[in-house]
T-cell receptor, first 111, second 116 residues
Framework: QKEVEQNSGPLSVPEGAIASLNCTYS??????FFWYRQYSGKSPELIMF????GDKEDGRFTAQLNKASQYVSLLIRDSQPSDSATYLC???????????FGDGTTLTVKP | DAGVIQSPRHEVTEMGQEVTLRCKPI?????LFWYRQTMMRGLELLIY????????DSGMPEDRFSAKMPNASFSTLKIQPSEPRDSAVYFC??????????????FGQGTRLTVV
């Protein structure tokens, strides 16, 4: 079992719909959770981070964390074609410099 | 700040040659990471430094790979000798580990390595 698992996709949604990206992790000691977006041919860039159980909203993006279920998700509301990218989930333990990344979910938003 | 700076952006080399990738982390960051990304294997952590000291090199594939961080503002990843299976995009990233809480990683633009 991988430490961080994501549905590989591809996930396809129509423009304006809600895209839901999911991530599960195996290390119960994980404390910090990050979502990165990576456009084709580009480097990953952070779009959301969350430390506490519950929801965290930033514009059209909402990160949801459930530590009991070891589950973190990213919702993208009003999806736009420009949201088409690969989304990487990353998890970090306390006092750990490094993050563990999932393999990513490729999202395509169709006009 | 210019962000994490990597060079070169692209490298094409012949099998058996030595390849050196360079990275300048964000000023003030104390953690530096070298990743390799391929379609087949995704994003793999090769080595991680904290305060210029290698902390975890378990991801380094074999002895042909070596990494150094002589000071807080510079790191190199060397492959000698290079092989076609080393072809990938190599990312350098940096972050700040402070009071037990690590910030997110900021990635450089990557070096696309092709070994022919």
């Amino acid at each position: 079992q991988k430490e961080v698992e994501q549905n590989s996709g591809p996930l396809s949604v129509p423009e304006g719909a809600i895209a839901s990206l999911n991530c599960t992790y195996s290390d119960r000691g994980s404390q910090s959770f990050f979502w990165y977006r990576q456009y084709s041919g580009k480097s990953p860039e952070l779009i959301m981070f969350i430390y506490s159980n519950g929801d965290k909203e930033d514009g059209r993006f909402t990160a949801q964390l459930n530590k009991a279920s070891q589950y973190v998700s990213l919702l993208i509301r009003d999806s736009q074609p420009s949201d088409s990218a690969t989304y990487l989930c990353a998890v970090k333990r306390p006092n750990a410099g490094k993050s563990t990344f999932g393999d990513g979910t490729t999202l395509t938003v169709k006009p | 700040d210019a962000g994490v700076i990597q060079s070169p952006r692209h490298e094409v080399t012949e099998m058996g040659q030595e390849v050196t990738l360079r990275c300048k982390p964000i000023s003030g960051h104390n953690s530096l990471f070298w990743y390799r990304q391929t379609m087949m294997r995704g994003l793999e952590l090769l080595i991680y430094f904290n305060n210029n000291v290698p902390i975890d090199d378990s991801g380094m594939p074999e002895d042909r790979f070596s990494a150094k961080m002589p000071n807080a503002s510079f790191s190199t990843l060397k492959i000698q000798p290079s092989e076609p299976r080393d072809s990938a995009v190599y990312f350098c990233a940096s972050s700040l580990l402070w009071q037990g809480l690590g910030t997110e990683a900021f990635f450089g633009q990557g070096t696309r390595l092709t070994v022919v």
